[in-house]
């Protein structure tokens, strides 16, 4: 947990794209912000634009995204790309949802710092995130 | 023997025999957290059995809808099914149809879902993925390519949107000879539950809700065969909801539709029987076999004695069911066989009237055929081979399902008043009361998975043993492509003068509450008008929507 001298974690959770499977998101945002951290959700139906846009905005250390559409290949990548273009790359980028194996690799080669698929759970997250943030 | 002596026999049972040992460490309680006790007896039943238990085919149902159920005819077994663009889910229903499947489901893409067109900006990357692409008339055709519509009853999952769709296959059918009135099916078009819980639309809540009016009463006079909306918990299970908040969100959002419905003017027997439900099939076999049950007894009672139906049929609840998405694992995949079996199979005994079983691979991606083809034939060996649809409700009597029933039942009245002191199912939907008592409920089944008092085979519990690498569906990025230009091609040849003009009627019809859109809309599909131009049309009126999350 946070100890009050430490400032605490800022984790944007979004819902890119037109997917509308908010359950895992919700659930996920609930436990961090249980956890201590700081949680903003962004609800859904986000475009890439407007997820990196409450990132910057919110000064987030982390952005959680929740994808079960099957349009991650899209949507993440060009997430990545916005981040690195407004010079906010050291934001870890953490992913969940439907998300075949072969391109959970795919993904962290590009950046995404863990991928969270069906079965993880909660602690698992908030372990993650506090660390790669603390790190 | 008396109640009372019941009673004392039952507790001398639990004194003297049932305590000689100790009881094993689990919870004792269905999924949604019901207790369930060790025994249940005749003193369980309900006080008046003949009333509440009653005979299959008459009032309240709870033993079935029909008088002969499965003895006169079998489920109709109806796989959810669509991916890519409409020439590859043409291929996949033939497949089914091919395969022993006696109805089609159409799953659509998100872009078609939300209303968009395939070249929308905002349906890059989500084109086929969830289902298939559908922006045109000239799509819908392709679709049902060499499948006789007067023939075969089709479903749709369609929602916000589900107006424009209905146009695009009534035209369609239109197109080959077939009349409305010869076009059998169902299209979702249940809105409240998307703001409740799928969470796709178009508009705001109440123009939505017009829309649901105007397709209930435009298909009460010109499609006797089809039901124009399927009342769904379904997706509010999914979400996260208990059995008792499907089921009773479920039938209040179905009871609104019929308090709307009547407030315009039309005549309950009119249009009520065409009214159809679809229910989640979970893993907690009694719960979901009572919930059922619950369900018809409910329904037939306030549409009877509530809303003073005459007819039969509009006491009459019928559904169809598909097993738990949610209840599936991405760790051992083939452990969602037995899964899907055993939540058919409370399906079959709650006496659903179609069904849809997930494939083995439903955690990972859309179905591959191989996977659907173990799906459909869970239902034909349940059909053929284990006995259960020789007799009728063979678990009425059962002192425990009907226990259950009753309690299902009591806990939907509970929420039907917290509902109506609310102002009523839109205003409770407005507030969010819905949407969060599912993040709740969600929260705390997730929090019993990781606290280990709730075991999931493969996931904390048996979690030995490697998977076996499982193929998955893939869509191919190229079929996106391919869409945008098929529907550039419908834009590119038809009269764009005529497209520009019914659009316009449309915009100024959709300003008058008491004008029923759907004659426009057919028009719209007729002109070959595609669904993003027809709903940005209609936004230009209704607005849009955005959701104040609540978690």
Same mark, same amino acid.
């Given at each position: 947990?946070?100890?009050?001298?430490?400032?605490?974690?800022?984790?944007?959770?979004?819902k890119p794209?037109l997917?509308?499977?908010?359950?895992?998101?919700? @659930?996920?945002?609930?436990?961090?912000?249980?956890?201590?951290?700081?949680?903003?959700?962004?609800?859904?139906?986000?475009?890439?634009?407007q997820?990196?846009? +409450?990132? @910057?905005?919110?000064?987030?250390?982390?952005?959680?995204?929740?994808?079960?559409?099957?349009?991650?290949? +899209?949507?993440?990548?060009?997430?990545l790309?916005?981040?690195?273009?407004?010079?906010?790359?050291?934001? @870890?980028?953490?992913?969940?949802?439907? @998300?075949?194996?072969d391109?959970v690799?795919?993904?962290?080669d590009?950046?995404?710092?863990?991928?969270f +698929?069906?079965?993880?759970?909660?602690?698992?997250?908030?372990?993650?995130?506090?660390?790669?943030?603390?790190? | 023997?008396?109640?009372?002596?019941r009673?004392?026999?039952?507790?001398?049972?639990?004194?003297?025999?049932?305590?000689r040992?100790?009881?094993?460490?689990?919870?004792f309680?269905?999924?949604?957290?019901?207790?369930?006790?060790?025994?249940?007896?005749?003193?369980?039943?309900?006080?008046?059995?003949?009333?509440?238990?009653?005979?299959p085919?008459?009032?309240?149902?709870?033993?079935g809808?029909?008088?002969?159920?499965?003895? /006169?005819?079998?489920?109709?077994?109806?796989?959810?099914?669509?991916?890519?663009?409409?020439?590859?889910?043409?291929?996949?229903?033939?497949?089914?149809?091919?395969?022993? #499947?006696?109805?089609?489901?159409?799953?659509?893409?998100?872009?078609?879902?939300? $209303?968009?067109?395939?070249?929308?900006?905002?349906?890059?990357?989500?084109?086929?993925r969830?289902?298939?692409?559908?922006?045109?008339?000239?799509?819908?055709e392709?679709?049902f390519?060499?499948?006789p519509?007067?023939?075969?009853?089709?479903?749709?999952? *369609?929602?916000?949107?589900?107006a424009?769709?209905?146009?695009?296959?009534?035209?369609?059918?239109?197109?080959? $000879?077939?009349?409305?009135?010869?076009?059998?099916?169902?299209?979702?078009?249940?809105?409240?539950?998307?703001?409740?819980?799928?969470?796709?639309?178009?508009?705001?809540?109440?123009p939505?809700?017009?829309?649901?009016?105007?397709?209930?009463?435009?298909?009460?006079?010109?499609m006797?065969?089809?039901? &124009?909306?399927?009342?769904?918990?379904?997706? !509010?299970r999914?979400?996260?909801?208990?059995?008792?908040?499907?089921?009773?969100?479920?039938?209040?959002?179905?009871?609104?539709?019929?308090?709307?419905?009547?407030?315009?003017?039309?005549?309950?027997?009119?249009?009520?029987?065409?009214?159809?439900?679809?229910?989640?099939?979970?893993?907690?076999?009694f719960?979901?076999?009572?919930?059922?049950?619950?369900?018809?007894?409910?329904?037939?009672?306030?549409?009877r004695?509530?809303?003073?139906?005459?007819?039969?049929?509009?006491?009459?609840?019928?559904?169809?069911?598909?097993?738990? $998405?949610?209840?599936?694992?991405?760790?051992?995949p083939?452990?969602?066989?037995?899964?899907?079996?055993?939540?058919?199979?409370?399906?079959?005994?709650?006496?659903?009237?179609?069904?849809?079983?997930?494939?083995?691979?439903?955690?990972?991606?859309? &179905?591959?055929?191989?996977?659907?083809?173990?799906?459909?034939?869970? #239902?034909?060996?349940i059909?053929? =081979?284990?006995?259960?649809?020789?007799? *009728?409700?063979?678990?009425?009597g059962?002192?425990?399902? =009907?226990a259950?029933?009753?309690r299902?039942?009591?806990?939907?009245?509970?929420y039907?008043?917290?509902?109506?002191?609310?102002?009523?199912?839109v205003?409770?939907?407005?507030r969010?009361?819905? #949407?969060r008592? !599912?993040?709740?409920?969600?929260?705390?089944?997730?929090?019993?998975v990781?606290a280990?008092?709730?075991?999931?085979?493969?996931?904390?519990?048996y979690?030995? /043993?490697?998977?076996?690498?499982?193929? !998955?569906?893939r869509?191919?990025?190229?079929?996106?492509?391919? #869409?945008?230009?098929?529907?550039?091609?419908?834009?590119?040849?038809?009269?764009?003068?005529?497209?520009?003009?019914?659009?316009?009627?449309?915009?100024?019809?959709?300003?008058?509450?008491?004008?029923?859109?759907?004659?426009?809309?057919?028009?719209?599909a007729?002109?070959?008008?595609?669904?993003?131009?027809?709903?940005?049309?209609l936004?230009?009126?209704? /607005?849009?929507?955005?959701?104040?999350?609540?978690?």
């Amino acid at each position: 947990m946070a100890t009050s001298t430490e400032k605490k974690i800022r984790v944007v959770v979004a819902k890119p794209g037109l997917d509308g499977h908010d359950r895992g998101a919700k @659930i996920i945002a609930r436990a961090l912000r249980d956890a201590g951290m700081e949680v903003i959700y962004t609800g859904l139906h986000q475009t890439p634009e407007q997820i990196v846009e +409450t990132v @910057i905005q919110e000064d987030a250390d982390a952005v959680g995204l929740s994808i079960l559409s099957g349009a991650h290949m +899209t949507l993440v990548p060009r997430v990545l790309q916005l981040l690195k273009e407004q010079g906010a790359d050291d934001v @870890i980028v953490t992913l969940g949802g439907t @998300i075949p194996s072969d391109d959970v690799k795919e993904l962290k080669d590009l950046g995404v710092a863990e991928v969270f +698929t069906p079965g993880a759970s909660t602690q698992q997250a908030v372990d993650f995130i506090r660390g790669a943030v603390r790190a | 023997m008396t109640t009372g002596e019941r009673l004392s026999e039952l507790d001398r049972w639990e004194r003297d025999t049932f305590s000689r040992a100790a009881e094993r460490d689990a919870p004792f309680s269905t999924i949604s957290g019901e207790p369930i006790k060790p025994l249940y007896t005749e003193a369980d039943l309900p006080a008046d059995p003949d009333a509440a238990i009653g005979f299959p085919g008459e009032f309240p149902y709870t033993r079935g809808v029909y008088g002969s159920m499965y003895r /006169g005819r079998l489920w109709t077994m109806r796989q959810f099914a669509g991916f890519g663009t409409a020439t590859e889910t043409n291929a996949r229903f033939r497949y089914l149809l091919d395969h022993g #499947q006696t109805g089609l489901s159409t799953a659509f893409d998100m872009p078609s879902l939300m $209303g968009l067109d395939s070249d929308h900006p905002r349906s890059e990357g989500e084109v086929g993925r969830e289902g298939v692409a559908v922006d045109s008339l000239d799509d819908m055709e392709t679709l049902f390519d060499g499948i006789p519509l007067d023939q075969v009853t089709v479903s749709m999952t *369609i929602n916000a949107p589900a107006a424009i769709m209905l146009a695009f296959y009534v035209v369609a059918a239109e197109r080959r $000879g077939i009349g409305p009135e010869a076009l059998g099916g169902t299209i979702q078009t249940d809105i409240l539950k998307e703001y409740i819980a799928q969470k796709e639309w178009c508009f705001p809540v109440d123009p939505a809700m017009r829309l649901v009016g105007d397709m209930i009463e435009w298909c009460s006079k010109h499609m006797p065969r089809w039901h &124009p909306i399927s009342i769904s918990g379904y997706h !509010i299970r999914e979400a996260g909801s208990t059995a008792a908040q499907e089921l009773a969100f479920t039938l209040k959002d179905g009871l609104t539709y019929v308090e709307q419905a009547v407030a315009r003017g039309l005549d309950v027997d009119d249009f009520a029987p065409r009214l159809s439900f679809f229910f989640n099939a979970h893993i907690d076999f009694f719960e979901e076999i009572a919930k059922y049950r619950a369900a018809r007894r409910i329904w037939a009672r306030e549409l009877r004695d509530t809303f003073g139906a005459r007819k039969p049929e509009s006491w009459r609840m019928r559904f169809h069911t598909q097993t738990a $998405g949610v209840s599936l694992t991405a760790q051992q995949p083939l452990n969602n066989i037995v899964r899907t079996a055993i939540e058919a199979l409370a399906g079959v005994l709650g006496g659903t009237q179609s069904l849809h079983t997930n494939s083995f691979d439903e955690a990972l991606a859309l &179905p591959t055929e191989q996977a659907v083809r173990v799906a459909l034939r869970t #239902q034909q060996i349940i059909a053929e =081979e284990t006995g259960v649809a020789n007799s *009728i409700d063979p678990l009425g009597g059962s002192y425990l399902v =009907e226990a259950l029933t009753d309690r299902m039942e009591e806990q939907a009245y509970e929420y039907f008043e917290k509902i109506d002191q609310l102002g009523g199912m839109v205003e409770a939907v407005k507030r969010g009361f819905p #949407q969060r008592e !599912i993040a709740d409920a969600a929260f705390r089944y997730q929090q019993e998975v990781e606290a280990g008092e709730r075991r999931v085979v493969g996931v904390n519990a048996y979690t030995e /043993g490697d998977d076996l690498a499982t193929p !998955i569906l893939r869509i191919d990025p190229e079929l996106e492509v391919e #869409q945008i230009r098929r529907v550039e091609a419908v834009r590119g040849r038809r009269d764009a003068d005529a497209v520009a003009r019914v659009l316009e009627q449309l915009v100024e019809a959709a300003h008058d509450d008491g004008e029923n859109l759907m004659p426009l809309l057919l028009e719209a599909a007729r002109v070959e008008a595609t669904e993003g131009e027809i709903v940005n049309a209609l936004q230009t009126v209704f /607005g849009s929507y955005s959701e104040a999350p609540v978690f």
